[in-house]
């Protein structure tokens, strides 16, 4: 018998775990990895013990995915001014950006179930990590992306042997074209954005940033604030999860305030969380294509998880994303991405607002590596 099931976030419902990317029957909404053999307030006892659905430790797919550093911005932070601002640097996972983590589990939990091919779409870094992920676990895959993907994305999916798939139009015409060609040719659909194994291994994320700054001591303190560019929400979600496993445990007393950033041309999450009107159809082209993501499909997940920690969503503007992207190559030596580059945009915004004050310990996570999508010269 299995350790977990898949649990309705909204309505607590549950199925056994399997690989289907089928979402709670009821509410519509993807499932969550929910621990069945444990009292789930004792989950986390140590920090060094991350709760997994893996049942054999051996069958990790792994590429030593995780623990990326936590670095000081003193320029930017003493323009912003915010006197304790860290940038959590992602990009150095293995495949470049902070997918990896929920790819290593999403691909190792797959392994277990003994899926040998595979069906995702991505705007391009989640294709990339379950291309490599894939590659290395043996199992077969195909990656649909949008045709004007970055080129250098791209690029990178065809080298792990992946089979590629460019689909013309919007980025849910992407989905869809997965979609009829996993339920046609009979595959598992391993979406980053449905699967309840990549949201469960991003969680890691949370458990990382208490091991560095409460334990390791890097501040003396938790981040008031962590600032996150948000499309589907994964490493939103996966950190809130760490950091609610570990509150719960008693190593934290309380999870840092969440906010969301997303592109103006794009902007789902800010218009729902501060009712606005918007709709699919105002949706346009964004420089961070990462966040282009008009129905993020864990919108009620992501709303209640601002709402929780007090957080807050907000809009950027493309001209603040591009300035901001070279901003942090040119002042502090990080080469992001312009999807990674939107939540220091949001940051601004945020600091400027007041919602954010000077002596607040800030945290926001470089995502994506500026080589994957570079800008326009
Ligand atoms: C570099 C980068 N940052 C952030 C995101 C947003 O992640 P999520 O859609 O899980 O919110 C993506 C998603 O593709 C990305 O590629
Ligand atoms: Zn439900």
New binding site residues.
Partial sequence: MSHIELRCPRCGKSRPADMSAEVCLDCGLPLDVAYITHDETGLAADVNAIPSPIHEPGSMVSLGEGNTPCVKLLTIGGRLPLSQLFAKLEFLNPTG???DRGTATMVSVAREHGVTELVED?????GASVSAYAARAGIKSHIFVPADAPEAKLRQIRAYGTEIHPIAGTREAVTSAAVAFHQQHGLVYAS??LSPYFAEGTKAFGYEVVQQFVVQQLNGAMPDHVV?????????IGAFQGFRELQASGIIDKIPRLHAVQARNVMPLVAAFNNETWSLADATKTVA???S?AA?SRQWQILEILRLTAGSAVAVDESSILRMQRDLAEQEGIFA?P??AAAFAGLEELASQGVIQESDTVLVPV??FGL?DEPPR
Avoid: D, Q, W
Wanted: hydrophobic content about 30%.
């Fill in positions: 950006s902070f997918k991505s705007s391009g870094n989640a980053h954005m996150f560019p948000v499309g589907n929400g994964s490493l939103l294509g990462g966040i993501v993020p991405e999807t990674s995502t994506g994957k």
